[in-house]
């Protein structure tokens, strides 16, 4: 971490320490139980293939097929089911990152892996999430610093409050894990819509 990025983690942990409440660490519309875990689930995916990289040196293969199909569907439930639950299969057969997403694509639309690796060599795999990310954060928000970390380290709840009693040790343990919380809540809301938002690439 350089000096710079070490003053901006700095400030956003006192910031999230002395956040009376949620609302002081940005406005968000609560996402329903199954717009969540299907945002869960690609940010998941996300952070197993950006964690420890930098922008520039991965990209979310064939990611943005998911948001593409929620779109065809208008967003319904239905189809973010759908989408998170041949994710979650995919996980629990053992795959993870980009594997993770194309397993996810087979079970979904009965894509054969050599369709899929044909179809990544001329299609614009955007990689979306990156980008709505990027978009919606500065870099000294605490809700990106704990979003961030939690997605692409896959650090604890526990652990990231810890870290913040050290900077802030006046906050409780239980008063750390809760803004902790508030942070994953409102990034994943705020990270939701503006991939909703997002242009399609195939339309750019």
């Not at 690609?42 to 593409?68: D, H, M, P």
Request: proline share 3%.
């Amino acid at each position: 971490m350089t000096p710079r990025q070490r003053r901006a983690h700095r400030t956003a942990v006192e910031r999230l320490a002395v956040a009376p409440r949620k609302s002081y660490l940005g406005r968000f519309t609560p996402l329903n139980t199954i717009q969540s875990a299907w945002i869960k689930s690609l940010l998941t995916t996300w952070g197993e293939c950006v964690g420890g990289k930098t922008s520039a040196q991965y990209r979310l293969e064939n990611c943005n097929r998911f948001i593409l199909k929620a779109k065809e569907d208008k967003w319904s439930d239905s189809q973010l089911s759908r989408i998170t639950g041949a994710i979650e299969q995919a996980r629990k057969e053992g795959y993870k990152g980009r594997e993770a997403v194309r397993r996810a694509h087979t079970i979904l639309w009965s894509v054969t892996l050599s369709d899929m690796i044909a179809e990544a060599g001329w299609r614009d795999d955007a990689d979306l999430v990156e980008k709505a990310v990027l978009q919606t954060f500065k870099s000294d928000d605490p809700v990106y610093m704990i979003g961030v970390n939690y997605y692409t380290t896959r650090a604890k709840i526990s652990d990231i409050a810890r870290e913040l009693q050290q900077a802030a040790p006046w906050l409780t343990a239980d008063k750390a894990r809760e803004r902790v919380k508030w942070c994953l809540q409102i990034f994943r809301a705020k990270v939701f819509l503006s991939v909703k938002n997002l242009p399609d690439p195939d339309n750019s």
